[in-house]
């Protein structure tokens, strides 16, 4: 069964750090893109950032660049996402998902409907 469990969110104050987590069971992430998205209340889902399979390809919207980062162990089948410098825009749920790779290099994309298989979303709330 396929599963994708994210964790790490909180309430950080303007400024501040926090480092998301998201632990797949049942299948290898060594052949999927992944992507962590994000959803505030009354907005739609935003994808945030996300990484290759391979080549350590990595993208990220521009209102996070220089502040996130993301991450893969392969080894031990976890994405991370990386958050500095947060802001109260950042709050919302946070999600994680995964889509196949296929056969031939390519980049990951940060459409959610390119995603087939999401986690429950960790909140993550800034403010003061």
């Known amino acids: 069964q396929v599963q994708l469990v994210e964790s790490g969110g909180g309430l950080v104050q303007p400024g501040g750090s926090l480092r998301l987590s998201c632990v797949a069971s049942g299948f290898t992430l060594n052949s999927y893109h992944i992507g962590w998205f994000r959803q505030a209340p009354g907005k739609e889902r935003e994808g945030v950032s996300c990484?290759?399979?391979?080549?350590?390809?990595?993208d990220y919207t521009d209102s996070v660049k220089g502040r996130f980062t993301i991450s893969r162990d392969n080894a031990e089948n976890t994405v991370f996402l990386q958050m500095n410098s947060l802001k109260p825009e950042d709050t919302g749920v946070y999600y994680c998902?995964?889509?196949?790779?296929?056969?031939?290099?390519?980049?990951?994309?940060?459409?959610?409907?390119?995603?087939?298989?999401w986690g429950q979303g960790t909140q993550v709330t800034v403010s003061s």
């Open positions: 998902a995964v889509t196949e790779a296929g056969p031939l290099p390519r980049a990951c994309k940060l459409s959610a409907h390119e995603y087939d298989s």
């Open positions: 990484i290759s399979n391979r080549f350590g390809f990595t």
